[in-house]
């Protein structure tokens, strides 16, 4: 994964609340929905590579755009 530097420090928390969140129910501790963990990956992936993929200086590092 490529990206610039905010986005993969965004991207980097997203998944570390995400992976705290699970530990919090792996531990008994909260109940989170019900919903499994490959599919919250697969949500917060998606959020990610969205969001990097309007992002000016991620295009301007793949080569798909003048970094504004």
Not at 28 to 55: H, M, Y
């Amino acid at each position: 994964m490529m990206g610039c530097n905010k986005c993969m420090q965004m991207g980097g928390a997203t998944f570390l609340i995400l992976g705290l969140a699970y530990l919090a129910v792996d531990l008994g501790w909260w109940d989170f929905w019900n919903i499994s963990w490959w599919t919250a990956l697969f949500v917060v992936w998606g959020i990610g590579s969205w969001g990097s993929s309007k992002c000016p200086d991620c295009m301007a590092m793949r080569g798909m755009g003048k970094k504004r």
